[in-house]
């Protein structure tokens, strides 16, 4: 019977940690295989209305704020680069740069949210919400370019539940990065079990590769429309 068997991060219904990191794997690409489904039917839905509504969309994308979501694409693009650095430290066995590694992870998540509020708090401001409260001053915009408001809305109603349900995730991850750091405290993530850390990881990543699809198909669709108007 191999040591690793008597590892105490193995679950009794595994032979070994190589087949219960196994296990891990497959699981939580299964998961994510989900989650693309999930965000793909979203994003083809976008597609479809984008390409039957190419005016309207590209101009309620010229109000949103691209400093914004600038800045959140650099906060989250940094905090790829830090959970990478933290399963690293995990194979290393370094807790204590592992444990910096996640929190600075979930401090620049953090910060995605904060910059996100701000941003939400902005757009209500200036009513650049569907419905009723929807600007009236560009709602008269729209229609003196010879737009139809209801489809500038329907983009808003696209843009709001795209980045809501991403932020949904953020928060997720939030949480699980935070109870890496608890585990990672208690010294319950060895080295011989640093696919816990990577585990959290993938999931990260590919909250960080949908907003990189959210930017260019919502702040970067009228990027150029002032310039051409």
């Given amino acids: ?11 009794h219904h595994f032979e070994d940690l190589g087949q219960q990191h196994a296990c891990e794997r497959l699981g939580i690409w ?13 994003f083809g839905a976008y597609t479809v209305y984008r390409l039957w509504y190419p005016h309207e969309f590209v101009f309620a994308s010229s109000h949103l704020n691209r400093l914004f979501a600038t800045i959140n694409t650099v906060f989250l693009i940094t905090s ?8 690293r430290s995990a194979k290393l066995g370094d807790r204590a ?3 910096r590694y ?6 620049l998540a953090t910060a995605f949210m904060v910059v996100k509020g701000f941003e939400y708090a902005e757009d209500f401001h200036e009513h650049l919400v569907p419905g ?7 709602e008269k915009e729209a ?24 932020g949904i995730h953020i928060i997720v991850g939030i949480g699980c990065i935070l109870w890496l750091v608890w585990e990672a405290w208690r010294g319950t993530i060895p080295p011989e079990n640093y696919s816990t850390v990577e585990v ?15 930017m260019p198909l919502l702040y970067l669709a009228g990027a150029g429309y002032g310039a051409h108007h």
């Fill in 1 to 11: 019977m191999s040591a690793s068997t008597h590892s105490p991060v193995l679950k």
């Fill in 30 to 42: 299964m998961f994510l295989a989900t989650e693309i489904l999930f965000f793909g039917g979203i």
């Fill in 80 to 87: 790829s680069l830090t959970i990478t650095l933290a399963i």
């Fill in 97 to 99: 740069a592992l444990i």
């Fill in 102 to 107: 996640l929190l600075i992870t979930a401090a």
């Fill in 132 to 138: 009723p409260s929807f600007s009236h001053e560009i």
């Fill in 143 to 166: 229609v003196d370019k010879g737009l139809d408001p209801g489809k500038v809305q329907l983009f808003l109603c696209f843009y709001y539940i795209m980045t809501g349900i991403h």
């Fill in 200 to 214: 959290v990881s993938l999931y990260w990543h590919l909250v960080d590769a949908i907003w990189l699809f959210l």
